[in-house]
């Protein structure tokens, strides 16, 4: 067996989401690339949670429906996934807490209880009936499970072996050829490509699904003496705590999603115009309002190209999987700083908490590029008018400038002005970093082409849908393609992907269309759009089906 | 020490002749340049919200932040915790600190943040032509109230010795000394000040005459002694008629949120060799992914 | 002489704005119909402030650069406003405030004084003289001073009279052929549009150019016995206010700037989900950020018909002078009320502020149209998913329905819910109203052709500008194209307008064209782009120089 | 009257089992129970902001408006002024009501508008799975300040109190009884009323063993006189170990906001007659054009 999907499931509260990590860590040390969606409701004890953690050879970021193994903690696991049960499907359920009629039951409760241990054991219990049954040694499970749980290791290794020891093998999983390689979120992806950029504070008011972002930076500033986490008030709070700590010269990230960003769009367009390189993280989910929060969605593309007053230029990207999530969001620190420009990072919740094996992209990030003022050169002006319209900068504290930062429209000092002529000048001075950092990211892979590069048949999908459309092109035979960056817009790298392309299918997880939007105003009509606007990710094989209708 | 004339800029004032702003310059002026024998003046930043009071920022040529109507206060917060050496301050209209900001303002008081807030109490929006402000008395006929106002105002600073600020004070435009001396104390102080500064809108609500005959200044207070403090900022509730003190209620020193969260009082920003730490950053990293393996 | 310009300048807190005023209703019972063009910095005393009162035979709504006389207060005045005169431009000026070459100086502060007058009064000796020197009747002026001078008004009259004896006539007007009619700015006649669709509550918390609104309806509130006027503690405050009162039963609507706007946006996604409608009047002005507060804009159409997480529908429509502010802002109530959707009145600070010469359309407001609920029919639902997608309306203190309203997705009754099922048809439903609305603001005229209709020129515009294109595009011989309605966009109206069209110009206030934006997405690429930036709207004069060349 | 059995929805209840919310559903469903005598139960309106304890309107079968997280008390002031008949009963958790939605609520106490503010004050965010909160202690180690936070929190019955709130109570998850009596005078009281409820977060923060050591009841206590409510109120700081008393604090009787801005008792909303109106404006639209001609 080259490929196994899991499926484990029970209460909110029982360390399901722990556990899926757990196996994907041990299969990963086996040899596979993992991924794992996690599917959970908005409470926080009782009712159905569960993950799905496929490995595979090749690098994935996607699931299918139907499953190899279930684990079911509970009855409700049994009964609410049959439709995932292929005829071979093999169960592993607890049973002193349901009844199957197929597969093998474990008296979990009545184990917990011989070793001593406590409820939450159960899980770590059934990751050992599943080692075992899927024909994995037991010294990989024990070295994984050692590192990983930290707490009453011994314990906990005791009730595994307990499992392990329970059931009988059912089949046998081949080893792997990749090496054992980090298993992390989008959102810990989106928070290491920061660190690698320079992050020095990182603030947030907690929102699904970007929260993890916080807690993950907040544990990392325990150890790391550069690194500051800061939970302000509110959303607006933060926008502009972090706006002020920019002007100082701290490099600020701040991460929400859809409700808070909207209390942040005017925050956005101040530091447009007083060209404070902020970067914002947007963890879409189910909208509009507050909507299904812990469900995904992509629904606040054109909103996050269009949002504020004054129709003002912004990078935006929209990364795919962990990897470009660590890449792209490293580079939107960058590129902010660069060109003074705000940055926004759009993720969704099946990125943001999906995990996926990672291998981080090289990425070398050049310091000596942003602007920063050489006394010997002026007398500082914080918004001189150059050729390319970028200002040097200068962080206040330093004896030779004086540094002016203005949400009104000002002169290149920073003084408020109304003049109609400078008023002009300093607004086409902003707008032209649109055309300099397309420029600029042209050097990098902006857009990404899959799959059959020669079907005349193309999928064009963005962010997390990507790697589910990888894999539908790639069984059906069709050109894969995904624009990363939104704005600027990389609509020459587009049409050259759609070269030979006759059809166009749009995939999305919303109800209007969003990047078929975005692509329609550069000329490019899709001819058929799939789109899916009910909390969850396209299963690849919903996807094939649906592409095949 | 920087000559008080230094620290002009070119831009034209616009404020309305007689207005209760130009004492709030003057005296500001004067305490920045008094200070910067002691604190260097590229360490000053003043802060703005959107108002008549933020047009200061232009007047003044020191590091500024003119910011959001409301705003003020978290951007300043900002700066100080970027950089703790900076001495950060805040200049509010009521409209701006009071209203649309105040929680900003409540939160700044309650962290103890080193940052010195002066509101510009003129008690009406001056800049947007004359609307009630939540410390309007009672039945102020605005523009947009042309038959009264029905709210009570609030005592800002009864608000803000309940929300934990460390330095309370509150001015008045007419009388320079006093309002220099409370704005140097009030920067001084170490930890979260307020100065609620009672300043004459001669367009919108001249409260001269008013003021005029009630302010006292404090005597004999114990600014230390949090119950006289209370009873002291209660004497006038901004409403109803009663003696208006002046000069500091309440001084209480303690430690500051900058200080607890700032790890390392040499790694500041704006001084940081970020190159450096990208460096530092990939071994990090590395262990990071090392532990998620 | 058939058509007048009249420029009157001083500082600041003089009162040219009331000035200029009673020099257009003067005009107006004249016969003549008037445009008044405001034009004042971000302060409230000193400054320069100036006004251009048009009055011309036909309905205007723009000003020339050129004026035929100038009234000036001060040297200022004189000197600033060079640019504008003419060979043949009349200049009265206060001669103890300045010294002019050319025209006839009135030592206004003398006859003050010999008047016993007050400062502010010199408008009302210019005001006088004026209509001496281009030969109106004294009676004229004296029947509207008196009636539109409250305060002092024999006073006022006197020094009238006094600068009317006190020059000689200059040239000699001819009497118009229209009835006075009322002469009202864009913010009033917003204001009598909602007022007429029975508006019962506004609130605002101040922002140029919308604040206008509120004070003219808490005016009116003093003698309307159905009408509140609110002015709550931020934007925030003021949208949720809002919200909460409509799902009482009340007719709100709120109005703001871009600033404000951006805190209002969470609300808005809120009341798409809630169904609550919500009509927001946005006052465009130069942006991004605080920009220059008192000068115009138009660069928030694509943030107003995208933003808020979730990709929802509202109704968006621009109107172009005072008679299309009435009209459209009565019917987006009405709509709103209708389709249970939010509206948003775009309007920008030239049509905010300025004044038009005004006759209401006749409106028929069908109130049987909104949905609520007959109790015969069945248990309350307050998101009842019917054929249409509209749900019944009820309102708490109804005895027979119980009314949840819920942010999160919900089902029929208003119950929270994570269901894909219900979610997915709750999405539909509420995506259904964009073709619904669609199909009934056909009714009506969404997009508006004017000038030489022949032309294969067509001057692609919206908003403000409306009346300057059609004083270029008559001119010039060329079509005018002006969308009212943006959201749903009237493409096929656009598309029928464009028909024998062979180059399209497209004339906004704005850095990034973003009407020439909208259309591209609907497949129209406009020709050229004359965008203006610099917070002044176009001159006529202006424009058609532009296009010329 | 209703009976409480019937104030049930189909809803499926989704909070932890033993978490102190359960109290506060019964005792609140008791209440409009028992008030349904005298208040028709068409009159109620339960509104709530997000978060566990905003589920709450979901499991009451009265009109709801589930607002946004913090912004539950602006929704309800707008519901009162449009038909002040409404009762309205606001459910706000700490993160809610003394975070995000802050200045709301003192807007709302300085009004003195008729609503009622339960705030479940678990001292945590518990739906975003355990971060700190204003009222959360001094060294509070949630997911986001895992070393603990350096805030101290404030008093925000004294904060209510300055800003001149006109009933402040604090009501607690174990002891139904003493809750329901506190619920039901807050819900009668003319004006705004604050009830704090200590709720117990079992699984973020669990302060049952803290709570039920320190808590007693008040007795004796002069609600209408100021100075005593002050002290009662300061007693217990929500950071440092003392005792906790439960009950009412406060109370004062005094014209509210929605009685001062509808005109007529009569026109309120949801029972107009919107064609009348549109016709009359008819009217009302000329006689404002004729004056502007
Ligand atoms: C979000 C937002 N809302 C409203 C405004 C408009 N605005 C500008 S100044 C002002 C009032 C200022 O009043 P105050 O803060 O008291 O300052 P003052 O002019 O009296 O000094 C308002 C409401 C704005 N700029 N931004
Ligand atoms: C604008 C906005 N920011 C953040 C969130 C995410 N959020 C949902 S619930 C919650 C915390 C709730 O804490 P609290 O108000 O104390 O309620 P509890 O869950 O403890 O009852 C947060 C931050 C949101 N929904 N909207
Ligand atoms: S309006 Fe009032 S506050 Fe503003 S400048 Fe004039 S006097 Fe000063
Ligand atoms: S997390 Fe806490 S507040 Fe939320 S339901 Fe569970 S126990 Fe109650
Ligand atoms: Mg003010
Ligand atoms: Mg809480």
Known sequence: ?549 | MIDIKNLDTYAKNTWCPGCGNFSILNSIKSVISELSGQIPIENFVIVSGIGCHAKIVDYINVNSFYSLHGRAVPAAEGIKIANPRLKVIVFAGDGDAYGEGLEHLIFAAKRNIDITVIVHNNRVYGLTVGQCTPTSPLGFKGKSTPAGTVEIPFNPLHLLLSSGATFIARGYTHGIDLLKDIFKQAVLHKGFSIVDTLQVCVSFYNMYDYYSKRVYTLKDHNIYDYQSALNKIKEWDYNTDSPISLGVFYKKETATFEENIVKNKNDVSGQRNISKIINERQEIIKKILASLT
Request: hydrophobic residues 40%.
């Open chain 1, 1 to 549: 067996m080259k490929e196994i999907s899991i499926l484990i499931g029970g209460k909110a509260g029982e360390g399901i989401d722990t556990s899926g990590t757990l196996i994907g860590r041990i299969l990963s040390h086996l040899g596979y690339k993992i991924y794992i969606y996690r599917d959970y409701p908005s409470l926080i004890r009782g009712g159905h949670t569960y993950s799905i953690i496929r490995a595979c050879e090749k690098q994935i970021g996607s699931h299918y429906n139907s499953i190899d193994i279930l684990l079911a903690l509970n009855q409700q696991t049994i009964d609410i996934h049959k439709d995932k049960l292929k005829n071979n499907t093999f169960i592993l359920y607890n049973s002193d807490a349901g009844k199957s009629e197929k597969g093998t039951g474990i008296p979990i409760d009545k184990i917990i209880k011989e070793e001593n241990g406590i409820a939450v054991m159960g899980n770590t219990c059934i990751i050992g009936a599943l080692c075992k049954a899927i024909g994995i040694n037991w010294d990989i499970a024990e070295k994984v499970l050692k590192k990983h749980i930290p707490k009453e290791t011994e314990l906990n290794l005791k009730i595994a072996k307990h499992g392990y020891d329970y059931v009988s093998q059912f089949i046998n999983i081949d080893t792997g050829s990749n090496e054992p390689s980090a298993l992390i979120t989008g959102n810990e992806a989106i928070s290491l490509g920061l660190l690698k950029a320079g992050l020095t504070t990182y603030m947030a008011y907690p929102m699904t699904p970007s929260t993890g972002i916080l807690h993950f930076l907040a544990q990392a500033g325990i150890t790391d003496p550069t690194l500051k986490t800061l939970q302000p008030e509110s959303e607006i709070g933060v926008i502009l705590m972090a706006l002020g700590g920019i002007y100082a010269g701290e490099r600020i990230a701040i991460g929400t999603s859809g409700g808070g960003f909207c209390l942040m769009v005017e925050g956005l367009s101040f530091s447009s115009m007083a060209e404070l390189p902020i970067v914002i993280i947007l963890g879409q989910r189910t909208a509009p309002s507050t909507g299904l929060p812990t469900y995904t969605g992509q629904s606040d593309l054109l909103f996050a190209i269009t949002c504020g007053h004054g129709g003002f230029f912004r990078f935006v990207v929209a990364p795919g999987d962990a990897n470009q999530a660590y890449f792209w969001s490293a580079l939107s620190l960058s590129l902010a700083w660069k060109y003074q420009i705000p940055s926004i990072i759009i993720s969704d919740k099946t990125l943001a908490e999906g995990a996926y094996s990672f291998l981080p992209e090289l990425l070398n990030l050049q310091e000596k590029d942003i602007g920063l003022w050489e006394k010997e050169k002026s007398q500082f002006k914080r918004y001189l008018n150059t050729e390319t319209g970028l200002s040097p900068l200068a962080f206040p504290g330093n004896k030779n400038a004086i540094i002016k930062i203005n949400s009104y429209e000002h002169d290149e000092y920073g003084i408020t002005t109304e003049d109609p002529y400078i008023t002009k000048s300093m607004q086409e001075k902003r707008f032209k970093k649109n055309k300099l950092v397309f420029e600029e990211v042209e050097k990098h892979e902006t857009l990404k082409i899959y799959g059959n590069k020669n079907s005349n048949e193309a999928i064009l999908t963005w962010g997390s849908n990507k790697d589910v459309c990888i894999e539908a092109g790639e069984i059906l035979g069709m050109r894969v393609i995904q624009p990363i960056v939104m704005s600027p817009f990389p609509i020459n790298r587009l049409n050259d992907a759609l070269k030979g392309v006759s059809k166009i299918i749009c995939v999305e997880n919303n109800i209007d269309g969003q990047l078929a939007s975005l692509v329609k105003y550069y000329g490019i009509t899709v001819d058929r759009k799939i789109l899916k606007y009910d909390g969850r990710p396209f299963t690849a094989d919903e996807l094939i089906n649906k592409i095949k209708q």
